[in-house]
């Protein structure tokens, strides 16, 4: 999408530092912001190990990498980071009042065509729009983890959101080379409330003894076809952003099917958080 020039990406953790590879990737210069330096230097180490194992693989070139390094910035100052973004997506935690000062500074900042997105996978996007004056430029741009990886965008449309908001964003996407899907702004979109009920189920069967987690995770790969079975994903995502989203949809849903096992509760509590912490509900590598 020839008009993208700059896009800022808030939030340096899993899914920001993957988008910005992504956008980097497709030769657009990416701006990352966090709360400080050594969050968005985390960041962009991890993105620096993924080009480094592209290469081992045979699906990077060293001038692929360098040149997605050169267009990646730094800039902990969130105004100066959306200041002249073409777009702005923000993958910060599951938190609504969080994402709403950050849409209002991009708002403030931001120049007034520019598209914000948010990468939320639960929280509304009529809610979150409602902290700028320009909520028909308010978009859903969910990513999938890990996004260098996963070909699919939810492209989420507010209650205000345009129809050429909509259009571009589709655009924006399929521009880094995803496949967008339009979804209505209802809690969990398509992708979380069809992906969690798997998940607290698999893990209501590991709380009654069912199968252990590696057998009820073969059951999806082995006989569903699966790529990754249902635990191992949540280790993926991490079992606190799977807990706050599992607590949210419950909320605002009632259904039952989204109520939070005690077996997750536990863990987190525990710190046993999945691959970002060495230990889920399987063994992680550091």
Known sequence: MSEVKRVTVVGAGTMGHGIAQVAAGSGIDVIVNDVSKEAIDRGLTTVHANLVKGIERGKVT???????????????????????????????????????????????VAPSEALLGSNTSSISISRIAEATSRPERVVGLHFFNPVHLMPLVEVVRGKQTSDETMRRAAAFSEALGKEAIAVKDSPGFASSRL???????????????????????????????????????????????????????????????????????????EGRLGKKTGRGFHEWES
Request: charged fraction near 30%; charge should be negative; glycine fraction near 6%.
């Open 62 to 108: 060293p001038a692929q990498k360098a040149g997605i390094l050169q267009r990646l910035h730094a800039e902990p100052d969130l105004a100066a980071a959306v200041r002249e973004a073409d777009v702005v997506i923000e993958a910060v935690p599951e938190l609504l009042d969080l994402k709403r000062e950050i849409f209002a500074v991009a708002d403030a």
């Open 195 to 269: 992906g969690l009920v798997l998940g607290l189920e698999a893990m209501r069967m590991l709380e009654d003894g069912v199968a252990s987690a590696e057998d009820i995770d073969k059951v999806m790969t082995k006989g569903y076809r699966h790529p990754m079975g249902p635990l191992r994903l949540t280790d993926l995502v991490g079992l606190d952003v799977r807990l706050s989203i599992a607590e949210y949809l419950h909320s605002e849903l009632g259904s039952d099917a989204f109520r939070p096992p005690e077996i997750l509760r536990k863990m987190v509590a």
